[in-house]
């Protein structure tokens, strides 16, 4: 579906052609690089892009991703709130931007249960491609500890009762969610650590699990011991995401995170994993397209 052959380029998409080959050749694979262009495409499994840190730009930054190679950008919802800027994104971008339902941990508050109310009625309406993000944050505070696990179970349950994946975000809970996932996992569930920032141990069980680990920005940093922990997890088990707004790779840093410095991930990914950047997209837009039953060949 997304096969494209340089003479159908348009000259955007020339220019970011020049753009594969600077990017290949960092790799030492330059003459590669064209006959790898027509099948190379990339997916970002995990990206906010409907935020209003987008209003004065979005279709841009959609389309920088696009001509660039990231074929598809998956946006996870965050709360009741964002449900209706996210599906909009959809719309206007069909085919290429799909969403999730979730109710993220760091919205979780008092109201928490009519929240969840309104993502059911969401949910039943079959649109979903999963749900997310859920989790448990307690770096921002441990308030709502409890209703946060408590929201995570309901939401997990419906992940087996719709039979959809999840996406889950976790922030100094690492052991608590693996408490949880490994509770709820009869089999059948199945998922994303979306952000992964863990142990390698941590890594272990969350592939013992059958999840995925969602790999960002935080993989190219220099002070990070990110590539020790998934150096022994296959490749077959790990998606690209950029979380924009947030968490942007080396070297944005400090800068508006979006869908385009997904390159970035994968080029340092390549480099850990000593692949070639087209082996990194071919795997993991293949992993990205199983879990999320996306419709792509
Ligand atoms: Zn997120």
Redesign the pocket.
């Known amino acids: 579906m997304f096969r494209q052959h340089p003479h159908q380029m348009s000259g955007i998409k020339a220019a970011n052609h020049g753009r594969y080959c600077k990017i290949q050749a960092a790799n030492k694979q330059v003459s590669y690089a064209k006959s790898y262009l027509c099948s190379m495409f990339f997916i970002d499994t995990?990206t906010?892009l409907y935020l209003n840190q987008f209003d004065a730009d979005r279709g841009q930054v959609v389309h920088r991703a696009l001509d660039a190679g990231i074929s598809a950008m998956l946006l996870?919802n965050i709360d009741t709130d964002s449900i209706r800027p996210m599906l909009d994104l959809c719309t206007a971008f069909p085919g290429q931007c799909f969403p999730m339902i979730g109710l993220h941990p760091t919205s979780v508050g008092d109201d928490f249960e009519q929240q969840l109310a309104t993502m059911e009625v969401e949910l039943s309406k079959g649109y979903a491609i999963a749900i997310g993000?859920i989790g448990i944050d307690l770096y921002w505070e441990q308030k709502f500890k409890d209703e946060q696990i408590n929201a995570l179970r309901t939401q997990l349950s419906w992940a087996l009762e719709y039979d959809l994946p999840v996406a889950i975000?976790t922030r100094e809970a690492f052991p608590l969610i693996l408490e949880e996932v490994e509770k709820a996992q009869n089999g059948k569930l199945r998922g994303v650590f979306?952000c992964f920032s863990g142990s390698s141990e941590e890594a272990e069980r969350a592939v013992a699990l059958g999840f995925y680990l969602g790999i960002g920005g935080v993989i190219t940093y220099k002070k990070t011991s990110l590539p020790d922990a998934i150096a022994k997890v296959p490749l077959d088990r790990i998606l690209l995401e950029t979380?924009s707004p947030f968490l942007p790779p080396t070297p944005h840093r400090g800068k508006r995170n979006e869908s385009v410095y997904l390159l970035e991930i994968a080029t340092r990914l390549a480099e850990i994993k000593n692949l070639s950047i087209s082996k990194i997209a071919e795997i993991t837009s293949k992993n990205a397209t199983q879990l999320f039953n996306l419709p792509f060949e």
Do not use: L
Request: aromatic share 0%.
């Open positions: 995990h906010h996870p993000e975000h979306h979380d």
